[in-house]
């Protein structure tokens, strides 16, 4: 793990299109302003994205990978999707499986495939002693009904969380890890605001999304993991504490995953 004191971004895609060009240079700048860690996410249904992963990994040894299948894919997820993440996970060390869940403000995928997919995502989680990273949008309340149907008792974060108060004490009740993004500083996130203020340091997780959900004043840019040290800002504002300590909270509660692996 990087320092202590540095800055982490939990959740990004690193093997996105738009970094093609320049992630090499990203990744130095990550480091050189700060950086401590960052978590970059594979996308099982893409070989290119694996291959992309595997070489950005291999860059830098403070970058680490989830891997799962997203709800927005569950219509698509079949024995082939599986066996090129499993050969996936033989070639690379993974913090977690993910970004995996539910989303039922798109529904790009059925509601029952979603659900299905979800839960084999819980089973090979359980088989390889990994966390899991969750994607939930509309769907809090489903989300953890399945995770406390399925016993899952490795860590468990809500990666980008969106969901109201309710939703937010009922996770945190069950031990559960949030993440924060960008969307923290957005004008109208006055509710996720409150919500910052009643995680515990030892669930609170920072990232970016990137290259997606480029913090105020720069909204709509393209976002880079340097895009966490504005969310830490706020975060560390709201709860009236300093940065360092919201770093340290962070960097402390990622070594729980890492171990696990």
């Known amino acids: 793990m990087g320092n202590e004191s540095g800055f982490n971004d939990f959740h990004c895609h690193l093997d996105d299109e738009c970094f093609e060009q320049n992630w090499r240079q990203i990744v130095e700048r990550c480091f050189s302003r700060g950086m401590a860690n960052i978590i970059s996410v594979a996308d099982p249904f893409k070989k290119t994205s694996l291959a992309k992963t595997e070489e950005i990994l291999a860059y830098h040894p403070n970058i680490y990978a989830t891997c799962g299948a997203h709800p927005h894919q569950a219509d698509q997820y079949s024995p082939e999707i599986e066996k090129q993440f499993f050969a996936f996970y033989d070639q690379v060390k993974l913090l977690a499986i993910g970004e995996t869940g539910l989303d039922f403000h798109y529904n790009f995928a059925t509601r029952e495939n979603q659900k299905k997919t979800f839960r084999r995502q819980i089973a090979i989680a359980r088989e390889l002693n990994l966390p899991l990273v969750i994607h939930s949008r509309n769907a809090e309340a489903e989300v953890l009904e399945i995770l406390l149907a399925e016993k899952f008792s490795c860590p468990v974060v809500f ?98 995953f890492l171990a696990k692996n």
Not at 198 to 214: A, M
């Open 159 to 256: 990666h980008c969380f969106t969901g109201n108060r309710r939703d937010a004490e009922k996770i945190l009740q069950q031990g559960y890890g949030i993440s924060i993004s960008g969307i923290v500083t957005f004008k109208k996130a006055n509710e996720l605001r409150e919500i910052v203020k009643i995680i515990p340091l030892s669930q609170l997780f920072t990232e970016t999304d990137s290259p997606y959900l480029s913090p105020e004043p720069r909204r709509g840019e393209t976002n880079t993991p340097l895009g966490v040290i504005e969310v830490v800002q706020q975060v560390a504002a709201i709860k009236n504490l300093p940065e360092a300590q919201i770093n340290a909270a962070v960097a402390q509660n990622l070594l729980s």
